[in-house]
């Protein structure tokens, strides 16, 4: 992706998403940032303080890997060194998605990890989902505080915060925070109704099979008990 043509449409892209993002209400005001990485140094970032259902592609901002601002007339999210540290952990990863969406937002605030198979569509595409320990949006605590989680899950629910997904297209990473606020919403259903069983055994392996198949890496939601 080192053209125009192609710069321009990972710009149009990322508005796209961001469209998605604000109309599924994953996201509010300003809240949110989106950034795909196009190069070795190379990553477009949404600006700060600019509603993610209304972004145009001129108000994008390219940043280098180190977060310094190459070209763009607005700053990057102060977000952004969450997206590095992603990318820096995760060379494999070219996106990087992070919202409020309001049931998996929930399960962050109250510290429930999603780390049981209930659903084999969430235990194949988005696998365990910790939480990482709260620290103040905007600062460099962030980023340490996913840091130790990134290797081996695909999306982090962050304390009191939001959660954060990535994926080796922005397509992936969406559908991960997608896929992940569903599942949050079933859990939830789940509670309320009762106590079904947990995928388990040969079942289980089943899933991690059609997860290798898809090339997807990272921790399988853990059976410890049968029941949720």
């Not at 607005?74 to 919202?99: G, N, T, W």
């Not at 939001?162 to 079933?186: D, V, W």
């Amino acid at each position: 992706m080192n053209d125009v043509r192609d710069k321009i449409a990972v710009r149009e892209e990322i508005c796209e998403i961001g469209r998605r993002m604000y109309n599924r209400e994953f996201v509010a005001a300003n809240d949110g940032n989106i950034s795909v990485r196009i190069s070795d140094d190379e990553i477009w970032t949404t600006p700060t303080g600019v509603s993610k259902g209304f972004m145009t592609p001129d108000m994008l901002v390219q940043v280098d890997l180190a977060g310094n601002v190459v070209s763009g007339t607005l700053q990057p999210s102060s977000e952004i060194k969450m997206h590095l540290r992603v990318y820096k952990e995760r060379p494999d990863m070219f996106s990087v998605c992070h919202a409020h969406p309001i049931t998996a937002t929930a399960f962050a605030v109250t510290g429930i990890p999603m780390d049981k198979p209930f659903m084999a569509e969430s235990v194949v595409i988005v696998g365990e989902v910790p939480i990482a320990p709260y620290a103040t949006t905007g600062t460099d605590a962030v980023a340490e505080s996913v840091a130790p989680y990134l290797k081996d899950h695909n999306a982090v629910l962050l304390a009191n915060h939001g959660a954060l997904t990535y994926g080796r297209t922005l397509t992936e990473a969406f559908y991960r925070m997608e896929a992940l606020e569903n599942a949050a919403k079933i859990y939830l259903a789940v509670k309320q109704l009762g106590t079904p069983r947990l995928i388990s055994g040969a079942d289980l392996d089943a899933l991690a099979a059609i997860r290798d198949s898809l090339g997807f890496t990272g921790a399988l939601p853990r059976n410890i008990d049968t029941r949720l």
